[in-house]
Structures are given as C-alpha cells and as structure tokens.
C-alpha cells in the first residue's frame, strides 16, 4: 500500500523558515516524480513544486521561486521542501504526493502557520 | 498557464439522484504523446483528496462505478449516478499536460439537499 506520510509543519514567524519532510512507503520513491501541494484556509488546490526521480530536474509555482527548494533523497525514501522567507500567504495544510503526471497518491498533509 | 474552470461551484443534489460537474480548459489536454491528462479528485471533509478519475474516464482502484468521467480536448465531465450520503465534498479537476504547472479547478461542493 502507498503511503506518505508528511512532518514539519507548524507556527512560524514572517521572515522565517521551516523545513517539511515526506517520508514514503510501499512503492521505490526513485522511480517516480514527487510533488508538493498546498491548501490555503477554506481555498482550493495549489501545486507548490516538483523534482524528478533522480533529483535533477525542479520546477516552482511562481510564488515560492527561489524562496523553497524541493530535494530528494531516494535511498532514505524521503522527500522535502525548505521554506525560506515565509510569508502569511504560505499559510497553508502542505502535501506530499506521488506525481503520475499528476498527483496520484497524497499524504496527510502537513500544517504550515506564518503568522507574528 | 492552463486555467481550468469547473461548474457550478455548488451542487446540492438529493440522495440518489445523478449529478454533473463540468470542467473546461483554456486549452486542450491532448499531450503530444496523444495521452490526456485530466483528472478528477474528491476531497471529502477534514480530509486529503483523493483522486478518483485519471486521464479523463480511467476509475482508479477502489472507487464505485457510480463515479465516471468523460470528454475530450477542452470539455470534461464528472458524473455520479446516484448520490450517496459519502459522496459530500469537493470535487477538483486537474490537467498534468501542459506543465509545470500544474493546474486545479476551483473545486465544486457537492452537497445533500
């Protein structure tokens, strides 16, 4: 059974940074796109960024640019996103998610609270 | 960027009875390997979505046949056959053609009268 479980989340002031990790179980994490994706209060589904299987290849919503980074590690099974410069829009539930040319599987989610 | 636009955004349907949600695209979804990628997802209360359709009218695993997708090029459709009371929540498309981005609909609640 897939399974991906997501951490990390929680309150950070404007300005700071946090780092959220997705660790995945029941299928090879380097055989497959990985994705993040977030749910602001009460607001629809917003892709975050994804990375390729062998960690090559990133891509960014246009918000986040050069403030996250999305890596991998695949022999850890392991996905995660730095965020830096936090702002009261990024408040949101983040998910992880296996990406087959869209989000196939998802996490619980992750809270993400940028508020002083 | 693609833009997809569902409606309508709020469907109170009565138990049993069909209900239909449209999803249009800016542009069309047909990628150049001739695959489209339109999905279809369900996000029940205080829960992850699920995806329920992928490439337009494959149902995955697990999901009733009371659920079917539908269409082609820019116009696509989500249709339930008969309403249940766990079929309450928000329903999404989203393309993963023509990316990064990806892109979602505006999502469509579907309630019980």
């Known amino acids: 059974e897939v399974q991906l479980a997501e951490s990390g989340g929680g309150l950070v002031q404007p300005g700071g940074s946090l780092r959220l990790s997705c660790v995945a179980s029941?299928?090879?994490?380097?055989?497959?796109?990985m994705s993040w994706a977030r749910q602001a209060p009460g607001k629809g589904l917003e892709w975050v960024a994804s990375?390729?299987?062998?960690?090559?290849?990133?891509h960014y919503v246009d918000s986040v640019k050069g403030r996250f980074t999305i890596s991998r590690d695949n022999a850890k099974s392991s996905l995660s996103l730095q965020m830096n410069s936090l702002r009261a829009e990024d408040t949101a539930v983040y998910y992880c998610?296996?990406?087959?040319?869209?989000?196939?599987?998802w996490g619980q989610g992750t809270p993400v609270a940028v508020s002083s | 960027d693609v833009v997809l636009t569902q409606s309508p955004l709020s469907l109170p349907v009565t138990l049993g009875q069909p209900a239909s949600i449209s999803c249009r695209s800016s542009?069309?979804?047909?990628?150049?390997?001739?695959?489209?990628?339109l999905h279809w997802f369900q996000q029940r209360p205080g829960q992850s979505p699920r995806r329920l359709i992928y490439?337009?009218?494959t149902r995955d695993s697990g999901v009733p046949d009371r659920f079917s997708g539908s269409g082609s090029g820019t116009d696509f459709t989500l249709k339930i056959s008969r309403v249940e009371a766990d079929d309450v929540g928000v329903y999404y498309c989203?393309?993963?053609?023509?990316?990064?981005?990806?892109?979602f609909g505006q999502g469509t609640k579907v309630e019980i009268k």
């Open positions: 989203m393309q993963g053609t023509h990316r990064p981005p990806w892109t």
């Open positions: 990375i390729s299987e062998d960690g090559i290849e990133t």
């Open positions: 490439q337009v009218s």
């Open positions: 542009q069309s979804l047909v990628h150049s390997n001739g695959n489209t990628y």
């Open positions: 998610a296996r990406d087959d040319w869209g989000p196939a599987y």
């Open positions: 029941g299928f090879t994490l380097s055989y497959h796109w």
